[in-house]
């Protein structure tokens, strides 16, 4: 779907186009003024996708996002988000952020609501020493 639309053979509302990047208004928006940034060259998840691409991604969304709160459309905040693997939630397997408009009282649920609990101090330092970068 996205290659269509990066093609131009597919409709889009666009808001940006340049040669690396496309954002463009979702198809299902959780609220009027949700946005996708989409990288032009096809990668498949975060792994895949350069990182000089993943660079330019954030500072374009950071730029939508304050066009989104100038705009007259109801903006209470704003989230950015990626989901990537079909477990984190990613359905589109293109690799691409979410701007989305926030309202009080949309339903949509952030803190996430699972059963989480606090990490001890040693659990943390496991992790960390399992995330470090290798010398």
Not at 99 to 108: H, I, K, N, S
Not at 113 to 127: G, K, M, N, Y
């Amino acid at each position: 779907m996205f290659c269509a639309i990066v093609s131009g053979t597919a409709p889009a509302s666009v808001v940006h186009e340049d040669e690396q990047l496309i954002a463009f208004c979702d198809l299902m928006p959780i609220n009027p003024g949700h946005l996708l940034v989409v990288p032009k060259k096809h990668a498949a998840n975060l792994a895949e996708l350069p990182e000089e691409t993943g660079a330019l991604m954030f500072p374009l969304a950071q730029r939508l996002a304050a066009r989104i709160r100038r705009s007259p459309l109801p903006c209470d905040g704003i989230n950015l988000s990626v989901c990537d693997g079909r477990a984190a939630g990613q359905s589109v397997f293109h690799s691409h952020l979410h701007v989305v408009p926030r309202v009080a009282g949309d339903g949509l649920g952030f803190p996430l609501h699972v059963d989480v609990r606090v990490a001890t101090r040693s659990d943390l330092d496991q992790v960390a020493g399992l995330l470090r970068a290798e010398p």
